[in-house]
């Protein structure tokens, strides 16, 4: 299994289970249909979504390749992930009151080594079964990946609304 099926998969588990409609997940290509050196794509069905939910959503891609597939979290894995420093970065500039973007970037790297962390380790076999799905067919979408998403998370997926509250309250403390 690759690392852009894992990270892919850890994208799309948090935006499904915080109730953030999925069009599709590709790993062979980006969402505008480029060809990126690493990077798949998650493409949401809104174009507006909450910020708690794009930015666990956007956390939970790069946290899957560091505490599932074993990508060191370094500089240089940080890059990597151009397409999510992109999104994190229009969030900061979004945000009046973000303070410097070296300053949010560190209380996000405490939501992601702390609480997200927890929920992806805890959550790994979800996080693989979907990941396999997605190896096999390259894309899913539609009806494909509805029954890819209920398959992976085989009735433990989280009520909506509670992790809702649980993921903004969690971003909440590490955000102050």
């Known amino acids: ?87 994190l970065q229009q969030i900061h500039r979004d945000q009046k009151d973000a303070g410097t973007y070296e300053e949010f970037w560190l209380r996000l790297n405490q939501f992601l080594s702390v609480w997200m962390r927890s929920w992806l380790v805890n959550r790994k076999h979800v996080i693989l079964r979907f990941a396999n799905l997605l190896q096999a067919a390259d894309t899913l979408h539609g009806d494909e990946l509805r029954r890819a998403l209920e398959s992976a998370w085989a009735s433990s997926k989280p009520d909506v609304q509670n992790f809702q509250k649980e993921v903004q309250d969690a971003l909440r403390q590490s955000l102050e």
């Open 1 to 87: 299994m690759t690392e852009v099926a894992i990270h892919e998969s850890g994208h799309a588990m948090m935006f499904d289970a915080l109730g953030a409609p999925i069009e599709f997940v590709t790993i062979i290509e980006g969402c505008c249909g480029e060809r990126p050196s690493f990077e798949g794509c998650v493409k949401l069905q809104r174009e507006r979504n909450p910020a708690y939910v794009v930015l666990a959503g956007t956390l939970a891609g790069p946290g899957a390749s560091f505490f599932i597939a074993g990508v060191v979290p370094n500089e240089g894995a940080i890059e990597k992930y151009q397409s999510d420093q992109k999104v």
